[in-house]
T-cell receptor, first 110, second 113 residues
Framework: TQLLEQSPQFLSIQEGENLTVYCNSS?????LQWYRQEPGEGPVLLVT?????EVKKLKRLTFQFGDARKDSSLHITAAQPGDTGLYLC??????????FGQGTRLTINP | ETGVTQTPRHLVMGMTNKKSLKCEQH?????MYWYKQSAKKPLELMFV???????ENNSVPSRFSPECPNSSHLFLHLHTLQPEDSALYLC????????????FGPGTRLLVL
């Protein structure tokens, strides 16, 4: 059983389009992180959200933490080829422990 | 550059070899982690060290042996591995007591022949 479900698992769209990636769980998390990972590299932190209902913006990326702190979404506006990568969400539960989703592999075609 | 370095970046080893992976963090964090990332699987937490003590071992086979000599360094000693152990091994660090945001190294791509 996957504690954090990400959807879609794969997404291929054209440059300039908008997209949303979802991270869902039946469990409550104290915080949630989004990472982007490029081939051959480790995940790089994009944002941490800690408050239910919180919205954070990072240029064309908008992150939202659900009111009940069980889910999150990542919306990208006017996607660019540089946005291509594996997007991972991770929820914090207990001391030191992060639970990762299986990731969304995003491809932006020029 | 995330402040977490890993060496080597790539490693090919036979099933009878002994090798070690090294991780170093320059962020002043007090917790360090080893993860395994295989194709089409979520990141798997292997070991957690907090204040240089191992606080978690997620049923990892004994052919993987971690070592944390101080809060900045973490090793993963490998011996008699199996081909299914081929994966990307990621090290991460965090500061205990915060939102537990983890900062990852670039990983070691391991191939076991």
């Amino acid at each position: 059983t996957q504690l954090l479900e990400q959807s879609p698992q794969f997404l291929s769209i054209q440059e300039g389009e908008n997209l949303t990636v979802y991270c869902n769980s039946s469990s409550v998390f104290s915080s949630l992180q989004w990472y982007r990972q490029e081939p051959g590299e480790g995940p790089v932190l994009l944002v941490t959200v800690v408050t239910g209902g919180e919205v954070k913006k990072l240029k064309r990326l908008t992150f939202q933490f659900g009111d009940a702190r069980k889910d999150s979404s990542l919306h990208i506006t006017a996607a660019q080829p540089g946005d291509t990568g594996l997007y991972l969400c991770a929820g914090a539960r207990g001391a030191q422990k992060l639970v990762f989703g299986q990731g969304t592999r995003l491809t932006i075609n020029p | 550059e995330t402040g977490v370095t890993q060496t080597p970046r790539h490693l090919v080893m036979g099933m009878t070899n002994k090798k070690s992976l090294k991780c170093e963090q320059h962020l002043g964090h007090n917790a360090m982690y080893w993860y395994k990332q295989s194709a089409k699987k979520p990141l798997e937490l292997m070991f957690v060290y907090s204040l240089e003590e191992r606080v978690e071992n997620n049923s990892v086979p004994s052919r993987f042996s971690p070592e944390c000599p101080n809060s900045s360094h973490l090793f993963l000693h490998l011996h008699t591995l199996q081909p299914e152990d081929s994966a990307l091994y990621l090290c991460a660090s965090s500061q205990e007591g915060t939102s537990r945001t983890q900062y990852f190294g670039p990983g070691t791509r391991l191939l076991v022949l």
